[in-house]
């Protein structure tokens, strides 16, 4: 039976990325830095063990352990231990004896618990529903952490034209995209000169920012306006605006995004919505349209 999913090459897609190879993790020993193996095995099990809850998102269809340990490049003794753990604790079960493993609800329910008690979402859905409904334009809440954001809110338009993003997804640019220079320009200028000595602006299309002056005062335009354009410079056709708020002393990011076409003749009053959800979220004094 076929799944909807591509048992190959699913290692290379997955969002989840070891970090032992990013020195964060030592002990130090007799005055030399050495990794902690304890460590690294720890976060190796928990990057396989939600791969695992991945590979079924893909596939659709009861797995097998020689499915599983084959799709994720796993020994099959270490597949086995992950399955029956979480087949002991109710997060899998087995069809029938050789008949595969598929997630039971419990995932599902817990997840759905999470989010219905997460602070900012709870804050941010109604408003952001709201502006989506008005625009009808595909609308996007992400989170900075240092030179990066994750995505955590999609609420996407009626129209099938239109950017798919899932939540728990990385920004995929910081000098091509809207919600990217956003970023930038929340950094304190310390942070900002270093990013600039070392970024290698790539353009992704034909229209991309590739020069570190240009991008200066792109990131300086929006500040001094509040929102962050984008025009076809990490998607050919896709115009995108952006504006930051601050809640607990974090740093996040509200975007409109469409086919440019369609969202160019709304940018005259997309913008000043932006900017007054943006303002309502940090409860900040809203500004007369």
Same mark, same amino acid.
């Given at each position: 039976?076929? /799944?909807?999913g591509?048992l190959?090459g699913?290692?290379r897609s997955?969002?989840? !990325?070891? %970090?032992?190879?990013?020195?964060?993790?030592?002990n130090?020993?007799?005055?030399?830095?050495r990794?902690d193996?304890?460590?690294? @095995?720890?976060?190796?099990?928990?990057?396989r063990t939600?791969? #695992?809850f991945?590979?079924? !998102?893909?596939?659709? *269809?009861?797995?097998?352990? @020689?499915d599983?340990?084959?799709a994720?490049?796993?020994?099959?003794?270490? #597949?086995?231990?992950?399955?029956?753990t979480?087949?002991?604790?109710g997060?899998?079960y087995?069809?029938?004896? *050789?008949g595969?493993?598929?997630?039971?609800?419990?995932?599902?329910?817990?997840?759905?618990?999470?989010?219905?008690?997460d602070?900012?979402?709870?804050?941010?859905d109604?408003?952001?529903?709201?502006?989506?409904?008005?625009?009808d334009?595909?609308?996007?809440?992400?989170?900075?952490?240092?030179?990066?954001?994750?995505?955590?809110? +999609?609420l996407?338009?009626?129209?099938?034209?239109?950017?798919? =993003?899932?939540?728990?997804?990385?920004?995929?640019?910081?000098?091509? %995209?809207?919600?990217?220079?956003?970023?930038?320009?929340?950094?304190?200028?310390?942070?900002?000169d270093?990013?600039?000595?070392?970024?290698?602006?790539?353009?992704?299309?034909p229209?991309?920012i %590739? @020069?570190?002056?240009?991008?200066?005062?792109? +990131?300086?335009?929006?500040?001094a306006?509040?929102?962050?354009?984008?025009?076809?410079?990490? +998607?050919?056709?896709?115009?995108?605006?952006?504006?930051?708020?601050?809640?607990?002393?974090?740093?996040?990011?509200?975007?409109i995004? /469409?086919?440019?076409?369609?969202?160019?003749?709304k940018?005259?009053?997309?913008k000043?919505?932006?900017?007054? =959800? #943006?303002?309502?979220?940090?409860? *900040?004094p809203?500004?007369?349209?």
């Amino acid at each position: 039976m076929a /799944g909807k999913g591509a048992l190959t090459g699913l290692t290379r897609s997955s969002n989840f !990325a070891l %970090t032992r190879a990013e020195g964060r993790f030592y002990n130090v020993l007799g005055g030399r830095r050495r990794p902690d193996r304890h460590v690294e @095995s720890m976060v190796k099990l928990v990057e396989r063990t939600f791969r #695992c809850f991945e590979l079924f !998102a893909s596939e659709q *269809r009861p797995l097998s352990l @020689s499915d599983i340990s084959r799709a994720l490049e796993i020994p099959s003794s270490s #597949c086995y231990d992950i399955l029956q753990t979480l087949e002991r604790m109710g997060y899998i079960y087995e069809i029938e004896p *050789r008949g595969g493993y598929y997630p039971s609800l419990r995932l599902f329910d817990i997840a759905n618990s999470i989010a219905s008690a997460d602070p900012i979402l709870q804050r941010a859905d109604l408003l952001l529903r709201s502006m989506r409904d008005t625009l009808d334009e595909s609308v996007f809440l992400s989170k900075v952490n240092g030179l990066q954001a994750t995505y955590l809110l +999609v609420l996407q338009s009626s129209s099938l034209l239109r950017t798919v =993003i899932s939540p728990g997804e990385k920004l995929r640019s910081l000098h091509a %995209t809207s919600a990217g220079k956003a970023l930038l320009a929340s950094l304190d200028q310390d942070a900002l000169d270093a990013y600039f000595a070392t970024a290698d602006l790539k353009p992704l299309t034909p229209f991309s920012i %590739t @020069s570190k002056k240009a991008l200066r005062q792109q +990131v300086s335009e929006g500040r001094a306006e509040g929102v962050f354009t984008n025009r076809n410079e990490s +998607v050919e056709g896709v115009l995108s605006i952006s504006a930051t708020f601050q809640w607990n002393r974090g740093t996040y990011i509200v975007s409109i995004i /469409g086919p440019e076409a369609r969202l160019e003749g709304k940018l005259d009053w997309a913008k000043p919505m932006l900017l007054n =959800i #943006c303002q309502r979220l940090e409860m *900040r004094p809203m500004t007369t349209t």
